[in-house]
């Protein structure tokens, strides 16, 4: 079954923000014992990307990373005119090769299922807004609430 065909269980509101991430356990097949500066500075990777959309427990981004289902990742979600951080635990349910131009990185959507926001698990945060009609979560509240609050200041 395609990701286009899986039936939603949380609308998607779109969105278009930097994320950095890393994949905690990230192994080489190859052991080095050496170690220098280089070596240290591999031991964690961030890769950017950019947020496509996001719903009640999940996001889905664009990077050059090739990422598989079931990774684990740490991601920071960077806020426009804002220096605050989102910092997001979350497991890989899908990724695919969107773009493959010659002699450019190679670009892939992924679709992450967040498990915790800011350390709160986010099943224990999902309630439906009466007010709005819709379906919540502090995913939500952080992200999107944040956008609310920083376009009330302009």
Same mark, same amino acid.
């Given at each position: 079954?395609s990701?286009?065909q ?10 278009d923000?930097?994320i950095s ?7 080489r097949? %190859? +052991?080095?014992f050496?170690l220098?500066?280089?070596a240290?500075?591999?031991?964690e @990777?961030k #890769? ?12 889905c981004?664009?990077?050059p990373?090739?990422l598989k ?8 979600l ?8 989102i910092y997001?635990?979350? %497991? +890989?349910r899908?990724s695919?090769?969107i773009?493959?131009?010659p002699?450019?990185? @190679?670009? #892939?959507?992924?679709?992450v299922?967040v498990r915790?926001v800011d350390?709160s698990?986010i099943d224990?945060?999902v309630y439906?807004d009466e007010t709005?009609?819709v379906?919540w979560?502090?995913l939500l509240?952080?992200?999107?609430g944040?956008?609310a609050r920083?376009?009330k200041k302009?």
């Open positions: 079954m990701v286009d899986v039936q939603r269980k949380f609308p998607r509101f779109e969105t923000v930097r991430f890393s994949v905690p356990y990230e192994f097949t %190859e +052991v080095d050496k220098d500066s280089e240290a500075s591999h031991q @990777h #890769y950017i990307g950019f947020s496509k959309n996001i719903s009640v427990n999940g996001l981004f664009e990077s990373k090739e289902n079931g990774d684990k990742l740490w991601i920071e960077h806020l426009p005119k804002c220096p605050d951080l997001m635990e979350g %497991e +890989v899908w695919r090769l773009s493959a131009v002699n450019t990185p @190679h670009q #892939y959507a992924t679709g299922i915790k350390g698990q224990e945060t439906f709005y009609k379906m979560s502090q509240e952080r992200v999107l944040g956008f920083l376009n302009k």
